[in-house]
């Protein structure tokens, strides 16, 4: 588990858009890949119809379908057939936690680092839950404030 406490040092430490804290680069398969933020990385995985490629998903965070099942509170078979995949609360969920986990690649120092803390880092602003949890609640929106609040200098 990450311990990872968001601060202003934090965000001063963060390089710009592209770049992990240190300077380097995430890589893909091999290649250098640059670190996606936001709604930028949501779009590095959609399809040309504008769906979520789960295969795309999973390689890039070295998970498999099951665990990304779990991620996004969806039954294993959702992200195993296609007319499930495309669904739009699969499609939400997957979006938001996209959206989520590009947000603070940089300051967990990469993507895989950042999801760990979706996962598995409890937010005091909201009683010890994780930002997996609280997506899977629908609370999606009130986690980008928080990150919003911290980014622009208050205190977690």
Do not use: C
Request: proline share 4%; glycine share 12%; aromatic share 6%.
């Amino acid at each position: 588990m990450i311990a990872m406490a968001i601060s202003r040092r934090t965000i001063r430490g963060a390089k710009g858009p592209g770049k992990m804290a240190g300077g380097s680069e995430p890589s893909r398969g091999g290649a250098v890949a640059p670190a996606l933020r936001g709604g930028n990385l949501v779009t590095h995985f959609l399809d040309r119809e504008g769906v979520l490629n789960v295969e795309d998903v999973v390689k890039r965070f070295g998970m498999s379908k099951l665990q990304l099942a779990e991620t996004i509170g969806v039954s294993p078979e959702t992200v195993y057939r296609s007319s499930r995949v495309s669904a739009p609360k699969t499609q939400a969920r997957a979006t938001e936690m996209l959206e989520i986990v590009g947000r603070i690649a940089d300051w967990a120092g990469g993507e895989r680092q950042a999801m760990a803390w979706y996962r598995a880092e409890p937010i005091a602003a909201f009683g010890g839950r994780t930002a997996e949890s609280l997506v899977k609640d629908g609370k999606a929106a009130a986690v980008r404030d928080y990150l919003d609040h911290i980014a622009t200098g208050g205190f977690a």
